[in-house]
């Protein structure tokens, strides 16, 4: 008869599971920190790229400076003189999908000069065509923006009158905040 050894394996213990645990989590989040802080400058410069493209497409101007805006339009995120044209508003009224972040502008004369739609979360395919340029157009040369359920003359998106209110409350506070600035 021979003699055989047998070897049973080494369970881990709580400690050596916890402390395992623990040096995968600080990995991770050394790597997400790093990641996060080569991405946060790109993005940001984009951000404000689409946010300059938007103004452009709505108001086109020489100049667009920041205006302080202390009024009482809750959408109202931010607002600027475009040169003698007027102003361009950014806003955040709620659609479907969460806030949208829409910029107006508005004429000296108090008209709507475009619409356009820097972010949103609305479903693709029917909240998401407020992005279209057939929608969107519906609001030029408009002082007060309503949908036809509502009595007005802004034809809804099939299938999204939540998001297509919400553009037309965002086109109403911007043009109230800028007529309010003169």
Do not use: W
Not at 48 to 77: C, H, I, Q, R
């Amino acid at each position: 008869m021979s003699d055989t050894v047998v070897m049973k394996k080494k369970e881990a213990g709580p400690a050596q599971l916890v402390i395992t645990l623990f040096a995968i989590s600080a990995i991770c989040a050394v790597l997400l920190g790093l990641v996060n802080s080569i991405t946060s400058g790109p993005i940001q410069a984009a951000k404000e790229a689409k946010t300059k493209a938007a103004m452009e497409a709505v108001l086109p101007a020489d100049s667009y400076d920041k205006v302080e805006y202390t009024g009482g339009e809750a959408l109202v995120t931010a607002v600027y003189k475009a040169g003698d044209a007027g102003y361009v508003v950014q806003v955040a009224p709620s659609g479907f999908g969460g806030n949208l972040d829409v910029m107006v502008g508005v004429n000296t004369d108090g008209t709507c000069s475009g619409v356009s739609i820097i972010s949103h979360a609305e479903t693709s395919g029917l909240g998401a065509n407020a992005t279209k340029e057939d929608f969107r157009n519906q609001f030029v040369g408009k002082s007060n923006a309503a949908v036809t359920k509502d009595g007005g003359d802004i034809a809804a998106l099939t299938g999204a009158t939540i998001t297509s209110r919400a553009i037309c409350n965002g086109v109403n506070a911007a043009i109230a905040a800028a007529g309010s600035l003169g």
